[in-house]
């Protein structure tokens, strides 16, 4: 299966600092928005374990099995 390019960021909100690529070899960066949508979390299938990513209400990230 071949991969597809990465499509073009979105553009950033006004004041926010421009998503920068990473250079090749770099791992990819994701906004966490972009993972979590609107919802706040999502379940993340690794093999055969299913891990949750979810926002907390001060607004980090946790990630659990």
Do not use: N, Q, W
């Not at 906004?31 to 706040?40: A, I, T």
């Amino acid at each position: 299966m071949e991969e597809k390019p990465d499509p073009a960021p979105p553009p950033a909100p006004r004041g926010a600092a421009p998503v920068r690529r990473p250079g090749p070899g770099a791992p990819r960066r994701i906004p966490s928005g972009v993972l979590l949508g609107g919802r706040g979390e999502v379940e993340i299938l690794h093999g055969e374990e299913i891990y949750r990513l979810r926002r907390t209400r001060g607004g980090k990230l946790i990630l659990t099995k």
